[in-house]
């Protein structure tokens, strides 16, 4: 693909320049190609940040796709929503999303890859499609990108709190305010690297807004919803106000709640997420039914 650099585009870096003229690539892709040098510039290759001048002639050729690193697995996926740019997935509990440390298959990410025929390289070869993510025990709304044009409209969102994601979370002790607002910052635990705690000054910031939506004897349903999306933010937010969630045992939740069975992961669910759908602009709301084995147990109490 030959191109010629115009007036209005003069004094821009090079990859920037072409993620303008390649949207359908992400940056990273491009780069790589500019590295690689299947980008010339006046027949030259460049480096990422070189600044181009009026006139420069542009010569790309495009890499092949790189085969994705994850590998399809025939697990059943519930779709709650589809369109051309990405897909809403209803994660179960005890699914982990993407391959990491001690989990090679049987994720989100392996069934993904043998639903669907193309996702968006953006999360790189292990993540494909992966905007954001939920903790493995966690159910609820999961949203895929299709594109990486869909994957960096969605980032986006995320990154300006412009996504609202609601939970259904029971929680230990009974919760005096209706509605509230925690905002702490979170960091990695200091004394157990496996946590996360909001008890230092330091952190990434945090907020949580909950309210009230149903009081048991010595548990409460809440409603929460986040603005940021921090590791655990949920989990440890409310364990600081001294109301860990159900089953929660990694922050301090008992193993047992008196005259109710065991629950096997903890009571926290991804209810609902509203964003703007990346070609139209449009609001779009997903919504998640609560698992069955949670609407048993809580039926239950």
Not at 8 to 13: L, M
Not at 103 to 125: C, I, K, P, W, Y
Not at 145 to 167: E, I, P
């Amino acid at each position: 693909m030959k191109l010629n650099v115009p007036r209005e585009h003069a004094g821009r870096r090079l990859d920037h320049y072409l993620q303008r003229q390649f949207p359908e690539y992400s940056r990273s892709r491009l780069q790589d190609w500019i590295k690689a040098g299947r980008v010339l510039v006046n027949g030259s290759a460049a480096r990422t940040s070189h600044t181009l001048r009026e006139g420069d002639r542009l010569q790309v050729e495009p890499a092949p796709l790189v085969p994705l690193a994850a590998t399809p697995e025939a697990i059943p996926l519930e779709v709650l929503y589809e369109d051309s740019d990405l897909v809403a997935i209803n994660k179960p509990a005890g699914m982990v999303v993407h391959a990491g440390a001690g989990v090679r298959s049987g994720t989100l990410v392996n069934a993904l890859l043998h639903r669907f025929e193309s996702l968006s390289t953006s999360g790189g070869d292990l993540r494909p499609g992966i905007v954001h993510r939920l903790d493995r025990y966690t159910s609820g709304v999961l949203l895929v990108a299709k594109t990486d044009a869909a994957h960096r409209h969605l980032a986006a969102q995320f990154a300006t709190r412009r996504v609202r994601k609601t939970y259904l979370v029971l929680v230990h002790g009974t919760v005096k305010a209706e509605r509230a607002r925690i905002e702490k910052p979170i960091a990695r635990d200091p004394a157990r690297r496996v946590r996360m705690t909001a008890r230092l000054a330091q952190g990434r910031a945090a907020w949580s807004e909950y309210r009230v939506l149903r009081r048991f004897a010595r548990l409460t349903l809440l409603e929460v919803e986040i603005g940021t999306g921090r590791t655990h933010q949920i989990r440890v937010h409310l364990a600081s106000i001294g109301h860990p969630v159900v089953g929660d045992r990694l922050y301090g939740a008992p193993a047992e709640v008196p005259g109710r069975p065991a629950l096997g992961r903890y009571f926290l669910h991804a209810r609902s997420i509203r964003f703007e759908q990346p070609s139209s602009g449009q609001p779009v709301e997903v919504s998640a039914p609560l698992p069955p084995e949670l609407e048993s147990w809580i039926q239950g109490l």
